[in-house]
């Protein structure tokens, strides 16, 4: 009897303990975890049944190794906050899997993602003919994000963002076919001098959206 009265304690105890835990690392969705944010989960939930299962060792055995994988993951995170380079590297960067109509099959071979996983995730997002999409882009999470081809004739395009935390995203650049000469150029014209302190901008249609960074 104490046994089980053990474990029904333990259980209770690393219940409570994983949701503090998923509380403090900060709100995600299921569909929204990094690799990094599944691999923490993963392994906290191998040792809560480990402590579970093996009720005689000392529960501090469990509860430092989690405490630590939190403190790691938020480390992680805050790196990740920071730095591109740094969440490109643990979260991948977003694939154009269709580009202006067109599907990009040696983009799907390189993500290992078939037609049918195209297909399935266009259903679910209730597109039924691939002909209506524009733009799909598979998200690090693994979701498909759909821009649909307007009826307009303006082309359909997305956001990307050319200045991140003070910091000119060349690749961005390039792909909208600008330079860092023009961004300067553009953004002295409106009064934009100071890049680094520019937490988000794009151009998007013509126009810029500037936001800068919160002062502390």
């Not at 093996?54 to 805050?78: C, E, G, N, R, Y």
Request: glycine share 4%; with cysteine; hydrophobic share 45%.
């Amino acid at each position: 009897m104490e046994n089980y009265l053990i474990i029904i304690f333990r259980t209770l105890l690393l219940y409570v303990v994983i949701l503090l835990i998923f509380r403090i690392m900060g709100k995600r969705e299921i569909g929204e975890l990094s690799v990094l944010d599944l691999v923490v989960f993963i392994m906290l939930g191998e040792m809560a049944v480990i402590a579970i299962e093996q009720h005689k060792d000392s529960i501090f055995h469990t509860l430092v190794p989690m405490a630590l994988l939190m403190i790691i993951q938020m480390f992680m995170a805050f790196l990740s906050l920071k730095s591109r380079k740094f969440r490109k590297i643990i979260d991948g960067k977003p694939s154009l899997i269709i580009s202006n109509g067109k599907i990009d099959e040696n983009m799907m071979k390189k993500l290992r993602y078939n037609f049918d996983d195209l297909l399935m995730q266009l259903r679910t997002k209730d597109i039924t003919n691939i002909a209506d999409v524009e733009f799909a882009i598979l998200e690090t999470s693994g979701e498909l994000s759909i821009i649909k081809k307007s009826n307009k004739k303006k082309p359909a395009t997305y956001t990307l963002p050319i200045i991140l935390n003070g910091k000119i995203q060349q690749d961005h650049l390039e792909k909208m076919q600008k330079d860092e000469v023009w961004l300067r150029k553009e953004l002295d014209a409106r009064g934009h001098n100071q890049i680094d302190q520019i937490s988000f901008c794009s151009f998007q249609d013509g126009k810029f959206f500037i936001d800068y960074i919160d002062p502390k």
